[in-house]
């Protein structure tokens, strides 16, 4: 099976030295691709701005992507070639309207708005395209209470095969508690895991799909 995997989070410049991120640390999607390869599967990871830990197994294809223009290049690359999209990276949900040229200044007893815009929803887009023969699973991060109404609902709206919501906490924590969500309404919640465990389960059940 060819498992496209995206990791980490996006940054989207202010200016020339400051940008827009998320806490993100890409070890959710990073567990995945090495769960991937462990089981034998030929994997692509497209990894944001993050520190990688150790090495990463030789047989994976990595490229690195900082903006979400970047990421939206790259699944428009490899998306077609893949079997399956595991969309486990945090990309911001807004952007610059206009970058700043060079750095701006701070002026002392002013002060400063940005004006923002909605960057692209890239899983949505990339699911529209998928063919009969490929799957797409996004990941919801959400407040406990509306965890899997809201997860439920991107999973419809954004026309994804799976979803796996998880709580706020998991982010750049060691340890995940999802909730597996299917499009035929299959679900399972496999309790309290480390993410390298998860990471092994999730990929046995997108071999399943």
């Known amino acids: ?3 496209l995997i995206t990791a980490g989070p996006t940054r989207e410049p202010i200016d020339a030295v400051r940008f827009i991120s998320n806490r993100s640390s890409g ?3 990073i567990a995945i691709a090495e769960a991937g390869v462990s089981a034998g599967h030929e ?3 497209l990894l944001g701005p993050v520190m990688v830990h150790g090495s990463l197994h030789d047989t994976m294809r990595v490229y690195r992507f900082g903006t979400s223009a ?3 290049q790259m699944l428009e690359a490899h998306f077609p070639d893949c079997d399956v999209l595991v969309m486990a990276a945090a990309v911001a949900d807004y952007r610059m309207e206009r970058v700043a040229e060079g750095k701006i ?3 002392p007893n ?6 923002l815009q909605p960057t692209p929803d890239l899983v949505a887009a990339v699911a529209s395209t998928k063919r009969a023969d490929q799957k797409v699973v996004a990941f919801a991060l959400e407040e406990l209470a509306e965890l899997e109404s809201r997860a439920v609902s991107k999973m419809k709206r954004k026309g994804v095969d799976a ?3 998880n709580p706020l906490v998991t982010m750049d924590g060691e340890h995940i508690t999802p909730l597996w969500l299917l499009a035929d309404g299959g ?3 496999p309790g309290r895991m480390t993410k390298p465990e998860f990471a092994a389960w999730l990929v046995d059940r997108v071999g399943e799909m």
């Open 187 to 189: 679900r399972a919640e």
């Open 27 to 29: 070890k959710m999607g």
């Open 43 to 45: 994997v692509t990871l």
């Open 105 to 107: 200044k701070r002026e």
């Open 163 to 165: 979803v796996v919501a």
């Open 70 to 72: 970047e990421l939206k």
């Open 110 to 115: 002013t002060e400063l708005t940005l004006r």
């Open 1 to 3: 099976m060819r498992i």
